[in-house]
């Protein structure tokens, strides 16, 4: 694999279209190095990649086990944004979960004692503000509905480089920062309730769910006139 990896060359094709590395012109002699060496590719890769601390999730396919601690969380992100760490008790999968999405991301704030609310990315999680930004950028452009599919093709190139095991946490985590202004539709038809089936399916159907961006202050001024 060593020599494999010292006869290549590697490129960005599609985000930057530059020259990375070429092997033999690095001092490469120990496995250790070798090691460094591919991390540091890899964060030329994917520069704005967020720092995910979860082995659970961060992959491109996950366990039984680990779906089934993401329904658990998704569902505590829906119900328990009041809580201090969602009302999670002892140590369960969820928990790991919530420390690399959420705490660690500096998402969930205590606004009153006792009282915790969920925040749109700040400075602090700068990687997941850019995310953002894009994905509302994109949808303040388009003129029709912006599927699932098409955040995480976006989220899942450089410079982000989102694993698909992932991907539900994150949108979920969008979603609910965002819902002053975001309108979820799931085959075309506006979701008015997030509940425990729209996690169901949004775990399992997500190319079914589209959003746009809207202004719901606008909307209802507009129904106050009828």
């Not at 985000?15 to 190095?33: A, G, S």
């Not at 460094?36 to 396919?61: D, R």
């Not at 700040?122 to 599927?147: G, R």
């Not at 002053?180 to 997030?194: G, P, W």
Request: glycine share 2%; net charge negative.
């Amino acid at each position: 694999v060593q020599n494999l990896f010292f006869q290549s060359e590697w490129f960005v094709t599609s985000y930057q279209k530059n020259y990375l590395k070429k092997w033999q012109d690095l001092d490469i002699n120990k496995p250790q190095t070798l090691n460094s060496e591919v991390s540091n590719l890899f964060y030329e890769f994917f520069p704005s990649a967020p720092v995910i601390k979860n082995e659970l999730t961060n992959k491109t396919k996950v366990s039984a086990n680990a779906n089934q601690a993401i329904k658990v969380f998704l569902n505590k992100l829906l119900g328990k944004t009041n809580e201090n760490k969602l009302g999670i008790e002892k140590t369960p999968p969820e928990l790991t979960i919530y420390n690399a999405y959420v705490e660690d991301q500096f998402l969930h704030k205590e606004i009153k004692p006792n009282i915790y609310e969920l925040q749109y990315p700040s400075n602090k999680s700068l990687e997941f503000k850019n995310m953002w930004n894009d994905a509302i950028k994109i949808m303040t452009e388009s003129i029709d509905y912006v599927n699932a599919e098409i955040l995480f093709d976006i989220w899942s190139k450089p410079p982000y480089g989102i694993k698909r095991g992932a991907f539900p946490i994150i949108l979920m985590l969008f979603i609910l920062t965002n819902k002053d202004k975001l309108a979820v539709y799931q085959e075309n038809i506006f979701v008015t309730e997030l509940d425990d089936h729209f996690v169901e399916c949004l775990m399992k159907l997500t190319k079914e769910f589209s959003f746009t961006v809207i202004d719901f202050d606008q909307v209802g001024e507009n129904l106050e006139k009828y």
